[in-house]
């Protein structure tokens, strides 16, 4: 049995021991790549003509919202140009020497995938900007007036880099790259294609209506879907249920409080303190976080992003709203005038 927080049921972030089994569960080539088609066929026009001209592809750049399948696409690119993968990440590369290191010790060829890109120090981003074009670093030896730079040239390499931010990407950086993949949330029935795969790896019978009802309730990620499916399984294997079907699917995910919207505890919590205790709003963050116990931090991260996605909530000038589908989704009625309150 898992000993997650069911809080971190539908969060993004992979739990550590979670880290392995999406190793498994990670499609190896672009044919196994779920949806995405926008970003799969640019992809592979670029990997294609990189073979044909027998050079590193161009570095790429994949940007989109955690748990879409970035660090996943980075390996199939290396898979698919036959080349090694070096995986590192922004925050390891603190000063201009970690980098250098790296870059000095890449291959003919080799790709080099650095997740969250856009939190490299600045000193090690100016050096990768030389890397990225000419494929040279300049190594400063020494200090104050004595020191000189030494000129290393790098083999070709392919660098590939995914954010979470593109936003907060330099235009320098951001104009390197020949290639830009920007990644969309998963329609449900692509989410059923994820589920249907993973599925048949960790050998579980699902119906067509239970893929669904787990498909629904995964926000648009496979790695949120992927967790749900093995949830579903502990839940399966406890109750003695050989195949699931929509009615299992849906009474698992009820006891990890995930509801019919993808909805959690905190959520739930944050609309109904909406709706009932403020009458739609609008509140403050601050307020409406001392309501529901939590840190305004948590409330504006974690439940915010998915309620304003979904259409349940609203950020005006004067503070956070609900909207007729909150209170649909609730079961509740609309409380009757709201004097002075923007229609929604
Ligand atoms: N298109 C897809 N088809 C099938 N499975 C997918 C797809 N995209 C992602 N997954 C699954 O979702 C999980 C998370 O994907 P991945 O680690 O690539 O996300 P990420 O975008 O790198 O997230 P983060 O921003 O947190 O690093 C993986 O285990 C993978 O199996
Ligand atoms: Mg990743």
New binding site residues.
Partial sequence: MSTEDPRELVG???APE?RA???????KSLD?????QTVRRQLSLVLESSKLRERAADHML?S????????????IIAAEMSAPLRLTSGPAIQHAGDLAAILSSLAEGEVLFI??IHRMSRPAEEMLYMAMEDFRVDIVVGKGAGATSIPLELPEFTLVG?T?RAGLLPGPLRDRFGFTGH?EF?APE?LE??LR??AQLLEMRVTDAGFEEIASRSRG???I??RLLRRVRDWALVHGVAEIDRRAAGAALDTYEVDPRGLDRLDRAVLQALCTTFRGGPVGLSTLAVIVGEETETVETVAEPYLVREGLLARTPRGRIATDAAFAHLGLPRPETQEGLPGT
Avoid at 21 to 27: D, G, I, K, S
Avoid at 64 to 75: D, F, I, Q, S, V
């Fill in positions: 993004t972030t992979p979670e089994m999406e190793t498994a569960l990670r499609p196994d790549f779920v949806g995405q994949l989109g919202p955690p748990g879409l399948g970035k660090t996943t696409l980075a390996m997740d969250e995914a979470t990644l998963y692509e294609r994820v795969r993973s990620t496979p790695r879907t992927n």
